[in-house]
């Protein structure tokens, strides 16, 4: 690997808790990476889909110096450790869509997990050739399933079909943003398309953040699980609750 592929754009590092999935409620640390390959209507941090010329950096008690973009594998590291305690479950890595950094990152991860940190990667479950380079060092894999009505009309279901197959080695599950727009036909014909890659999965309904909270009835969300229920070993619906506390 050179030199060069060791470099990281970053948006920001901070601790919080994990506010989607099954996941939900333990404490990581974030460290979310900057750029991405969709541009989702729902799309909640917009900002981390430009590269900047400075990470933001912040604890439990506040905004610390920020780091300097791009920053090497080893130097993000160090930082991390700064930040890390004992008691958290993993580190997210999250963005914009991490995997587009999957050359960096495959000199970063080890690096976390010789120190003690299991790795939660958020992805939008597109770049499959990627997320393969990154297994060995993967613990949890929270991989979104885009519906093509929120993705400007475009059909992820294929490149969805293929990261499965690739990711299923790992701690997995599923995520799906819906809200009172959303279609159990749409919902149907995506879900069936990943046929029985993801029969023994949890999938998690997650409805789209507004500025009045979550935008899904409860009657509708009956609707949207009882299409998604004969793909799945489980499905959940459950809002975002980082976004109902107000934290990060």
Same mark, same amino acid.
């Given at each position: 690997?050179?030199?060069?592929?060791?470099?990281?754009?970053?948006?920001?590092?901070?601790?919080?808790?994990?506010?989607?999935?099954?996941?939900?409620?333990?404490?990581?640390?974030?460290?979310?990476?900057?750029?991405?390959?969709?541009?989702?209507?729902?799309?909640?941090?917009?900002?981390?889909?430009?590269?900047?010329?400075? %990470?933001?950096?912040?604890?439990?008690?506040?905004?610390?110096?920020?780091?300097?973009?791009?920053?090497?594998?080893?130097?993000?590291?160090?930082? %991390?450790?700064?930040?890390?305690?004992?008691?958290?479950?993993?580190?997210?890595?999250?963005?914009?869509?991490?995997? =587009?950094?999957?050359?960096?990152?495959?000199?970063?991860?080890?690096?976390?997990?010789?120190?003690?940190?299991?790795?939660?990667?958020?992805?939008?479950?597109? =770049?499959?050739?990627?997320?393969?380079?990154?297994?060995?060092?993967?613990?949890?894999?929270?991989?979104?399933?885009?519906?093509?009505?929120?993705?400007?009309?475009?059909?992820?279901?294929?490149? $969805?079909?293929?990261?499965?197959?690739?990711?299923?080695?790992?701690?997995?599950?599923?995520?799906?943003?819906?809200?009172?727009?959303?279609?159990?036909?749409?919902?149907?014909?995506?879900?069936?398309?990943?046929?029985?890659? %993801?029969?023994?999965?949890?999938?998690?309904?997650?409805?789209?953040?507004?500025?009045?909270?979550?935008?899904?009835?409860?009657?509708?969300?009956?609707?949207?699980?009882?299409?998604?229920?004969?793909?799945?070993?489980?499905?959940?619906?459950?809002?975002?609750? $980082?976004?109902?506390?107000?934290?990060?």
């Amino acid at each position: 690997m050179k030199d060069d592929d060791s470099l990281l754009y970053v948006h920001e590092l901070f601790p919080s808790f994990q506010g989607e999935g099954a996941y939900c409620g333990v404490p990581q640390l974030f460290i979310r990476l900057s750029g991405c390959n969709l541009a989702c209507s729902y799309c909640d941090t917009p900002q981390a889909r430009e590269r900047t010329g400075t %990470a933001w950096v912040s604890d439990w008690e506040g905004e610390r110096p920020g780091i300097e973009n791009p920053v090497r594998a080893s130097e993000l590291a160090e930082v %991390a450790v700064t930040l890390w305690k004992a008691e958290m479950h993993s580190v997210s890595l999250t963005g914009g869509e991490p995997l =587009l950094q999957a050359e960096a990152l495959s000199a970063l991860l080890p690096l976390l997990r010789e120190r003690g940190m299991p790795v939660y990667l958020e992805t939008n479950g597109t =770049l499959y050739g990627a997320v393969e380079k990154l297994l060995p060092w993967l613990d949890f894999i929270a991989m979104d399933i885009k519906l093509p009505s929120f993705s400007g009309g475009v059909d992820h279901g294929d490149e $969805h079909l293929l990261f499965l197959r690739a990711a299923r080695a790992k701690e997995l599950f599923l995520k799906m943003v819906v809200d009172d727009t959303t279609m159990p036909e749409e919902i149907s014909r995506l879900c069936r398309r990943l046929g029985g890659e %993801a029969a023994d999965l949890t999938l998690v309904l997650q409805p789209a953040w507004r500025d009045v909270g979550a935008g899904l009835k409860p009657r509708h969300a009956w609707d949207l699980m009882l299409a998604a229920a004969p793909f799945f070993a489980a499905v959940r619906v459950m809002p975002q609750a $980082h976004k109902a506390w107000g934290i990060r």
